[in-house]
């Protein structure tokens, strides 16, 4: 390559570089609690979720000053519990009693979604991108064991999680500061199931998603708690028996006392 040839071609490198670098960002986050641990006097938890985002200052191409690339941005956050298998039945009343008519075999479903955002997705993400990423309760991909979407007990799912408060969808739980620090308080109730949780962010600007970052919070039970919930999903009908004759028991010792008082 002669010299004029290698000039260009680093001048041309230089321009590539710069361009990038002046749309760079970096996103720092974290959790206030790095995990959760599930005892008997479990009643709940709160976290923050903080994080930065950093707008590198570059040297302009065309004059001598200094700037900061990007000043419009929205954050979404996104928590949620490893996905499961969950039969969903459908109950009709019959004669005055509630029964079981139906019922289904929904796969992926989460046991706690929690979702936040700056302001309402609709305001600066497009409805594609919440549904290829499952951003919002309405576009869970949560499907039945023919694969097909079943509207009517999906509702019914999310109706009844959003009462148990273990699912949420709101655009006032993530604040920012100054442009630059971010914030999102994330609430679980003691109704939260085990596993390993995700927290995901998402850095958007101009309907685009620029930056993602993840952060895992394991949930576990300690203590006698983690002795009982072993013993129940390895051995299941022992668990079954004994809960039958603890429960005779506590009847029986309630009714001698009661026989005892009166």
Do not use: C
Not at 148 to 162: C, F, G, P, T, W
Request: charged content about 25%.
């Amino acid at each position: 390559m002669d010299s004029n040839k290698y000039i260009s071609a680093l001048v041309a490198l230089y321009f590539v570089m710069s361009f990038n670098f002046a749309r760079a960002e970096t996103l720092v986050t974290d959790l206030s609690q790095h995990a959760i641990e599930i005892t008997s006097q479990f009643s709940g938890s709160e976290l923050l979720l903080f994080g930065a985002l950093e707008r590198h200052a570059i040297e302009s191409i065309q004059s001598d000053e200094i700037s900061v690339q990007g000043l419009d941005y929205d954050i979404i956050v996104v928590v949620q519990s490893e996905p499961t298998d969950l039969v969903i039945r459908k109950k009709e009343k019959i004669a005055g009693i509630w029964v079981n008519i139906e019922n289904q075999l929904m796969h992926d479903v989460p046991g706690y979604y929690v979702i936040g955002s700056t302001r309402p997705l609709d305001e600066f993400l497009s409805k594609s991108d919440q549904v290829r990423l499952g951003l919002g309760l309405d576009n869970i991909n949560i499907t039945n064991e023919e694969g097909e979407n079943v509207d009517e007990y999906k509702e019914a799912l999310i109706r009844n999680m959003i009462n148990k408060e273990l699912y949420k969808e709101s655009s006032d739980n993530v604040t920012v500061k100054d442009e630059i620090l971010f914030r999102a308080n994330l609430v679980f109730p003691s109704n939260m199931p085990v596993g390993e949780y995700k927290a995901a962010i998402y850095l958007v600007r101009d309907g685009n998603i620029i930056i993602t970052d993840e952060i895992l919070l394991p949930v576990d039970k300690r203590g006698i708690e983690r002795v009982v919930y072993n013993f129940a999903h390895e051995y299941p009908s022992y668990y079954g028996i004994m809960a039958v004759i603890v429960a005779i028991s506590v009847g029986l010792f309630s009714g001698f006392v009661a026989k005892k008082i009166s």
